[in-house]
């Protein structure tokens, strides 16, 4: 069975700090997709970045970076230069690979960036 | 991009009646999902379709719902004798499936159907 936990229920900073969002993931699989998503309080979920077991290597993108570690079964995810409309629920999740692909969600990190 | 679009994006119903949410995925996708999220916690799976049937679903997906895709581009959930638990968040997804493509998000989501069972 797949899990993802993600510890940090609340995150609380002031705006222009950096903050890390933890997401560890448990699967059985050797291959399998990570990803997350942002859901602001209009309650959309926005995708934020698909990454396959395969590819290590860390991601930027703008003030978002990604850091995965297969070693210790993590996907955290760091925001740069906090800024207010960063303030949302984040979801990590988790997929096979192949066949059926139902994501498993973990139950998320409420993030307040505080003006 | 293309879109995913759910309708309605709110829904008010009476327990017991029965609701059924709308959804057209992407037209060239293939796998389809239901997803629910009660207020404040986390999203969970309920179903998915592909080729017609239901190819998983999960605890929670029992008798009281079902799903269909009538007529080729819509996909719909049915909640039969919805009770008070039922009020929840409800996003359609879809997916190029089965190995949920080279599109890089993989899966697309709907904007959600808030359902609120009085």
């Known amino acids: 069975a797949q899990k993802v936990t993600q510890a940090q229920t609340e995150i609380s900073v002031v705006e222009k700090e950096d903050v890390t969002l933890d997401c560890v993931y448990e699967t059985r699989d050797t291959t399998y997709y990570l990803f997350w998503y942002k859901q602001p309080p209009s309650g959309e979920l926005v995708f934020l970045i698909r990454?396959?077991?395969?590819?290590?290597q860390n991601e930027i993108s703008g003030r978002y970076s990604w850091n995965f570690q297969k070693s210790t079964s993590s996907f955290n995810f760091t925001i740069t230069a906090s800024q207010v409309v960063d303030s949302a629920v984040y979801f990590c999740a988790l997929s096979k690979f192949f066949g059926n692909e139902k994501l498993t969600f973990g139950t998320g990190t409420r993030l307040t960036i505080i003006p | 991009e293309p879109e995913v679009t759910q309708t309605p994006s709110h829904q008010v119903t009476q327990m017991g009646q029965e609701v059924i949410l709308r959804c057209v995925p992407i037209s060239n996708h293939l796998y389809f999902y239901w997803y629910r999220q009660i207020l404040g916690q986390k999203v969970e799976f309920l179903v998915s379709?592909?080729?017609?049937?239901?190819?998983?679903k999960s605890e929670i997906f029992d008798d009281q719902f079902s799903v269909e895709r009538p007529d080729g581009s819509n996909f719909t959930l049915k909640i039969r004798s919805t009770k008070l638990e039922d009020s929840a968040m409800y996003f359609c997804?879809?997916?190029?499936?089965?190995?949920?493509?080279?599109?890089?998000?993989?899966?697309?989501f709907g904007s959600g159907t808030r359902l609120t069972v009085v």
């Open positions: 379709f592909y080729n017609n049937e239901i190819s998983e």
């Open positions: 990454r396959n077991s395969f590819d290590e």
């Open positions: 997804a879809s997916s190029e499936g089965p190995k949920t493509g080279t599109g890089r998000r993989g899966y697309t």
